[in-house]
Nanobody
């Protein structure tokens, strides 16, 4: 099993910045993909960004150009730098970890590990 611990959420004014961190521990495969998802009240959980152990990234259109995902493989930690925050970014942000089935991480296992979530609130 993989355990994920998130940190860095909080309250910020529109236009501000926050940086989220997520540290993974446990039975970690070296080839994996980590990412961030978010869930706003009354809405489904949605993808924000992912990054493979080979540093290939993917972003939701709504955050492109404002958010940047990165990782430190030596620390098994993924980061989400969020800039130019908007009220619609308000949500609980969840860290996600999946083991890859191939070296390029083009296929992943169905079961994921999730963090407990961290609240991000952007005031207008």
């Amino acid at each position: 099993q993989v355990q994920l611990v998130e940190s860095g959420g909080g309250l910020v004014q529109a236009g501000g910045s926050l940086r989220l961190s997520c540290a993974a521990s446990g039975s970690i495969s070296s080839i994996n993909v980590m990412g961030w998802y978010r869930q706003a009240p009354g809405k489904q959980r949605e993808l924000v960004a992912t990054i493979t152990s080979g540093s290939r990234t993917n972003y939701a259109d709504s955050v492109k150009g404002r958010f940047m995902i990165s990782r430190d493989n030596a620390k098994n930690t993924v980061y989400l730098q969020m800039n130019s925050l908007k009220p619609e970014d308000t949500a609980v942000y969840y860290c996600n970890w999946r083991r890859c089935l191939d070296s390029g991480c083009y296929a992943v296992i169905a079961v994921a590990s999730w963090g407990q979530g961290t609240q991000v609130t952007v005031s207008s």
